[in-house]
Nanobody, 115 residues
Framework: QVPLVESGGGLVQPGGSLRLSCAAS????????AAWYRQAPGKQRESVAS???????NYADTVKGRFAISRDNTKNSVYLQMNALKPEDTAVYYC?????????WGQGTQVTVSS
């Protein structure tokens, strides 16, 4: 099992920003794709953003223009910069790293957007 350690969640007011981090260990991170998912109470887990090993990004329509996913292969890490946060962004955010034959998930980090 490859541990993915997430950090950066918390409570923020609407319109605020947070940056989530996910650090992988024990795996060749640079050759794998990565993504962030979220799951709000009573809802299914949904994809938020993804980045391929080559750096190509993709975003859910609900976060386009507000969130940015990036990666630093020298630190085996993937990040999610979240700006202009809305109450509907409140959820547990999960990091996912996967290759052709494997897939790993982080433990999740809570993001709460509330005044």
């Amino acid at each position: 099992q490859v541990p993915l350690v997430e950090s950066g969640g918390g409570l923020v007011q609407p319109g605020g920003s947070l940056r989530l981090s996910c650090a992988a260990s024990g795996v060749r991170f640079s050759s794998r794709n990565a993504a962030w998912y979220r799951q709000a109470p009573g809802k299914q887990r949904e994809s938020v953003a993804s980045i391929t090993s080559g750096g190509r990004t993709n975003y859910a329509d609900t976060v386009k223009g507000r969130f940015a996913i990036s990666r630093d292969n020298t630190k085996n890490s993937v990040y999610l910069q979240m700006n202009a946060l809305k109450p509907e962004d409140t959820a547990v955010y999960y990091c996912n790293v996967w290759g052709s034959n494997d897939s790993y998930w982080g433990q999740g980090t809570q993001v709460t957007v509330s005044s």
